[in-house]
């Protein structure tokens, strides 16, 4: 079933743009939801890894030590406390203190180079660190000169009764997550309570999660995907499983561990979706009972191989930027239908989606335009960033708060659900990662030699999509090699291109632009 063109009158699409209005109770913060859970169900199991389990109310514990330690040494609400630490159970008992304590936890993976780490040191001032021992000596490179927390004293520590709490109010930050920026630095995006709360929220009322239910969690802290694995079993009463710290990238791994937890909820991007179900091992995943993909375009025959393969667990489709608190329209496929493409579907509770033209108007039924994005779980903006946050978080006349403004374009059908087109800028996604194509130029274009670069991402290169970087270069130096290694010491892995091509000049259209048909395909 294709999506039909629609008359494209604005008033037409009015009855769409606004998600269910649900009275969630948003002046409480996210650890205070958990909180009610630990005193609902003490004894139970959860959190879990190939090492240990603990039951809720030794997580509450561990938890109320970390935060205690923090208030201790000055930690005030509103600050930001970088966390830099492998997956496993340690690491939602951390992130959980931070917020029990009233800062903001942000990331600091440790698979990220150390000029990187450096940069978003310098950008949210964290008042500290807590870290593996195993990742100092890497924070020590990067120069993260603030008071470094040891993670395994803290989390051993028990304490009688709650830490003292900071001031808290809605828009107090709970997370800083970093994006690509097409300007050659990431952006650390402010998420308030108020915003993951009402997505967590309206998660649980969507998918009613129970306590004979068990959360693969798998995605790296640094995505916020990873924000509703780590935090959603822990309000509803079911278990949290954690991944291997590099499991995440081994299909036949996760399919081993869901079999063997009983695994009922999962995450995929499309691309890791399309890897696990071609392991035989997948078909034998029956304690699944739901599957949510998210972070790339869900290609309509691999949602109905996977709705097949993974049979009767229903498949959703879910929508949402960094900048809005994670999702903010949700899809359940139904692979019966003939459809050419994948809808992102309508807007979640207490969130409103708006189509508008580049004057910022709004657009009717079956006509391409911006995705804007309204209501509680817009982001508070971009740290220490006063610029971008203005030109993406936008105000329109028919708006009562900001709006974010996505880049990605889509279209109502005529039926209210929204239709994914594209982006109106270069931004990419691989492997459920947004890029910059911008920030990995600017880095290369900085290498002694280097006139020009191109970054784009191929999908004629083989089975998966892949960057491919193109470097107009005076001379013999820098070489493909050189170019690789300066990326390699500034990007996470995932965003250094496959290949690099050196060439004497980038091919230009006739207006000056840049001919990307023109690109040649590296050897």
Not at 316 to 328: C, K
């Amino acid at each position: 079933m294709s999506a039909t063109v629609g008359t494209g009158v604005p008033g037409e699409a009015e009855r769409f743009e606004c998600g269910l209005r649900a009275d969630f109770d948003l002046g409480t913060p996210l650890d205070g939801y958990v909180a009610a859970q630990v005193e609902r169900t003490p004894g139970a199991v959860a959190l879990s890894d190939s090492r240990e389990r603990l039951t809720y109310e030794e997580m509450w514990d561990r938890a109320s030590s970390v935060a205690a330690e923090l208030l201790a040494r000055g930690v005030e609400c509103g600050d930001v406390v970088g966390v830099c630490m492998e997956r496993s159970v340690d690491l939602p008992i951390t992130l959980l203190g931070i917020v029990r304590a009233g800062a903001a936890y942000c990331p600091l993976g440790p698979d990220q180079p150390a000029a990187r780490l450096r940069h978003i040191f310098d950008r949210c001032q964290p008042a500290a660190v807590i870290s593996s021992p195993a990742h100092l000596p890497l924070l020590e490179e990067a120069g993260v000169a603030t008071d470094v927390l040891d993670e395994p004293g803290l989390l051993q520590r028990g304490i009688a009764g709650p830490p003292p709490r900071s001031h808290f109010a809605p828009d107090n930050p709970a997370y800083v997550i970093f994006t690509s920026g097409s300007t050659g630095q990431p952006k650390g995006v402010l998420v308030p309570h108020r915003g993951v709360v009402n997505r967590l929220c309206w998660m649980q009322q969507e998918f009613q999660l129970g306590e004979d239910d068990t959360v693969l969690q798998k995605t790296p802290f640094g995505f916020d995907v990873s924000v509703w694995e780590l935090f959603w079993p822990l309000l509803s009463g079911a278990r949290l499983h954690l991944a291997e710290p590099e499991g995440h990238l081994d299909p036949h791994y996760i399919a081993e561990c869901v079999r063997a937890e009983r695994v009922t909820t999962i995450h995929f991007v499309p691309s890791m979706l399309a890897l696990f179900i071609s392991d035989p091992l997948a078909a034998r995943c029956g304690s699944l009972r739901r599957i949510i993909c998210s972070g790339e375009v869900l290609p309509a025959p691999l949602m109905r191989k996977a709705a097949t393969t993974l049979a009767p667990a229903p498949i959703f489709n879910l929508y949402g930027p960094t900048e809005a608190s994670i999702d903010v329209t949700c899809w359940r496929c139904h692979p019966e239908e003939d459809r050419d493409s994948v809808p992102i579907g309508r807007p979640i509770a207490n969130v409103d989606c708006f189509v508008v033209d580049p004057n910022g108007d709004r657009m009717g039924i079956g006509k391409c335009g911006e995705l804007c994005i309204g209501g509680v779980q817009v982001a508070l903006g971009y740290v220490g960033q006063p610029e971008a946050t203005a030109e993406r978080f936008a105000h329109f006349d028919f708006t009562s708060g900001p709006v974010y403004r996505t880049g990605d374009l889509v279209r109502w059908n005529d039926h209210g659900f929204l239709e994914y087109l594209g982006r109106a800028d270069r931004q990419v996604k691989l492997n459920g990662l947004r890029i910059e194509p911008g920030e990995i130029e600017a880095l290369i274009e900085a290498v002694p030699g280097v006139l020009q670069a191109a970054v784009v991402l191929r999908a004629d290169l083989g089975s998966a999509e892949r960057l491919v970087a193109y470097a107009a270069v005076r001379n013999e130096r820098p070489s493909e090699q050189e170019i690789r290694d300066a990326l390699r010491d500034a990007l996470p892995i995932g965003m250094v291109p496959s290949f690099v091509v050196r060439l004497d000049t980038l091919p230009l259209t006739a207006n000056g632009k840049l001919d990307m048909e023109s690109l040649p395909r590296p050897v």
